[in-house]
């Protein structure tokens, strides 16, 4: 079983940065591909990114493309999500979620689920 905390939402004007922090429990968070999903209130769970269990192939929403980095520090069970020039559009409960070895852009695919983090941008 592998537990799931992030960390880093808040509230941030439109054009500014926020770093989430996904934490895992476990020793086997390198055989996991990670994702970060949003939810926005009234709107169904949506992909944002995904990163492969090395980290050496990554995907993203359109959305995002060019504004989020999605990456993984395997040494420290932690996936992070560097989310920049940020719009009002983003504004959702981000989750992070892990799979064993292979990505899926599919939320249901994924078998273990952090708590959420609310990000919040002001226009």
């Known amino acids: 079983q592998v537990q799931l905390v992030e960390s880093g939402g808040g509230l941030v004007q439109a054009g500014g940065s926020l770093r989430l922090s996904c934490a895992a429990s476990?020793?086997?968070?390198?055989?996991?591909?990670m994702a970060w999903f949003r939810q926005a209130p009234g709107k169904e769970r949506e992909f944002v990114s995904t990163?492969?269990?090395?980290?050496?192939?990554?995907n993203y929403a359109d959305s995002v493309k060019g504004r989020f980095t999605i990456s993984r520090d395997n040494a420290k069970n932690t996936v992070y999500l560097q989310m920049n020039s940020l719009k009002p559009e983003d504004t959702a409960v981000y989750y992070c979620?892990?799979?064993?070895?292979?990505?899926?852009?599919?939320?249901?695919?994924?078998?273990?689920w952090g708590q959420g983090t609310q990000v919040t941008v002001s226009s």
């Open positions: 476990g020793r086997t968070f390198s055989s996991y591909a």
């Open positions: 979620a892990g799979r064993r070895l292979a990505r899926s852009m599919w939320y249901r695919d994924y078998d273990f």
């Open positions: 990163i492969s269990m090395n980290g050496g192939n990554t």
